[in-house]
């Protein structure tokens, strides 16, 4: 008998809107990635459907004949039905006018609610997995909408619609683990609530002043986003003294040898993470299992030791709200001594990938920093396909995670890569001075002893600052 209390996945029907400079490959690599995203998040794919539009910035987003095929899928009218907006009274006005610094600190995400009409011809093509004898419960449409746009399309399929921003922003929300993660993913979602509150429920009821009040005049919805703002600034200042002390941990590994892997989400990361620090890094073939920076060191441990730590990945069209709240996490990218730019050379796509994580680390001031291109997951490829791939990307490091020998080359190649900054010289330590020979084993590379009389020479290879910061923390 079938278990009442599992829930049946949702049925869900993509719609992608194809803009004049986009090709029909890029538009069905789109749709295939909005269905991984969509299935990460638990609903049951039954179909896809685009259409060639000038904009998606028409009012109902697809043309009338478009609409009423999509309702077909729903069971809806495939007809918007119209609201008349209403006037705001003058006391409205006289708030909104009158907001608070404070308040208008809170850079809330803007969405335009001008349309244009369609005026070139609409190819009205339909791309479908299914059969629409199965019914869908849900819509995603592969682009973000405004308030009204998710109205109308609502109205005119009677289910509830998202955007990919929502979808995104939802599978962040379930798969944040830590506090600090918590905290980032529900700011980024209440910024990307609050401008849609003005579509939603209609209460035109208004809240008086009295004390503590922000005066007469207040709809239900201002009132909602003034509650939504004093949360946001709640969790900022929460998040903020969880950020120091990130930024503490940070600063002490500041004068340490660093590398983060960057990538794609579902590159591979975590699972090369955990091969190259043998710790039980959580991984699983979904999209955004990691949302948290993790830092561990490189094994078996060298001198001086390697940080290598997992980021959180990236994804084409990532809501700029996620990236501003989790610059905190990025800024260990930024502050690396390298990068591993980590990409699926099984994905046909991984180019984009590419330039997309290249982009957001550039827009969070990690584009400069030093960098190595990994090619993971070379197990996938036909030997003529690795081929091709090793002529276009001659520098490059080819690797499977899950191969001990590639993942074994790649540690030495980190190894050899910061040692060839590093100079081997001398280092006197007399016998009076305590900790220096303790400290020296335990960070910098010994390849050689020598005792006398007065005292031990070492024979070290490091870089200058770190031999330098010994020298004068010791007085040597």
């Known amino acids: 008998m079938e278990d009442l209390n599992e829930a049946k996945p949702l049925n869900a029907v993509l719609v992608n809107v194809q803009l004049p400079r986009v090709s029909d490959a890029d538009r069905e690599a789109s749709l295939d990635e909005l269905a991984r995203l969509v299935t990460t998040l638990g609903y049951n794919v039954i179909g896809r459907t685009s259409q060639r539009r000038s904009s998606e910035r028409s009012a109902n987003v697809l043309g009338d004949g478009k609409l009423k095929d999509l309702a077909e899928w729903t069971g809806g009218t495939g007809e918007v039905q119209r609201f008349e907006a209403k006037k705001k009274h003058k006391a409205a006005l006289r708030f909104e006018k009158n907001k608070t610094e404070e308040e208008d600190d809170i850079d809330f995400e803007e969405i335009s609610e001008e349309f244009i009409e369609e005026t070139a011809p609409e190819d009205t093509s339909t791309i479908t997995h299914e ?117 503490t941990r940070r600063a002490r590994r500041e004068q340490e040898i660093s590398v983060a892997l960057v990538g794609y989400t579902n590159a591979g990361k975590s699972s090369l993470m955990r091969a190259l620090t043998s710790s039980d890094v959580y991984i699983a ?50 502050n690396a001594s390298l990068l591993l730019y980590v990409v699926d050379a099984a994905d046909s796509t991984f180019r984009a990938q590419l330039e997309v994580t290249r982009s957001v680390l550039r827009e969070v001031g990690a584009g400069e ?11 996938r490829l036909a ?20 191969n001990p020998e590639d993942v074994a080359n790649l540690r030495l190649r980190l190894v050899k890569h910061f040692e060839t900054a590093m100079v081997d010289t001398d280092v006197f330590i007399p016998y009076d001075v ?39 923390r010791f007085g040597i």
């Not at 561990?296 to 990945?313: A, M, N, Q």
């Open 131 to 247: 059969s629409h004898a199965e019914k869908a419960q849900i819509v995603i449409v592969d682009c973000d909408l405004s308030p009204s746009q998710l109205r109308n399309l609502e109205s005119a399929t009677g289910v509830p619609v998202l955007d990919r921003t929502g979808v995104i922003i939802e599978i962040f929300s379930r798969h944040a683990r830590t506090r600090a993660a918590r905290l980032q993913v529900e700011i980024a979602r209440l910024m990307y609530v609050a401008p849609r509150l003005r579509e939603t429920g209609g209460g035109e009821d208004r809240g008086g002043g009295g004390i503590g009040g922000k005066g007469a005049g207040e709809t239900t919805v201002e009132l909602d986003k003034r509650k939504i703002r004093d949360r946001i600034k709640e969790l900022k200042q929460e998040f903020a003294s969880i950020a120091r002390e990130h930024d």
């Open 285 to 334: 073939d979904k999209l955004f299992a990691t949302l948290d920076t993790t830092v561990r060191v490189l094994y078996p441990e060298t001198k001086p030791k390697i940080l290598i730590s997992d980021t959180v990945g990236f994804i084409k069209k990532l809501p700029h709200s996620l990236v501003a709240s989790f610059k905190s996490t990025l800024d260990e990218a930024c």
């Open 369 to 379: 920093v030093e960098s190595l291109l990994v090619l993971n997951k070379v197990d």
């Open 383 to 402: 030997l003529e396909e690795l081929d091709a791939l090793k002529a276009e990307f001659p520098d490059a490091i080819y690797l499977s995670a899950l």
């Open 434 to 472: 305590q900790g220096a020979v303790g400290e020296i084993r335990a960070k910098l590379k010994v390849l050689g002893e020598e005792y006398d009389e007065r005292g031990v020479t070492l024979k070290v290879r490091a870089h200058q600052d770190d031999i330098k910061r010994i020298k004068t």
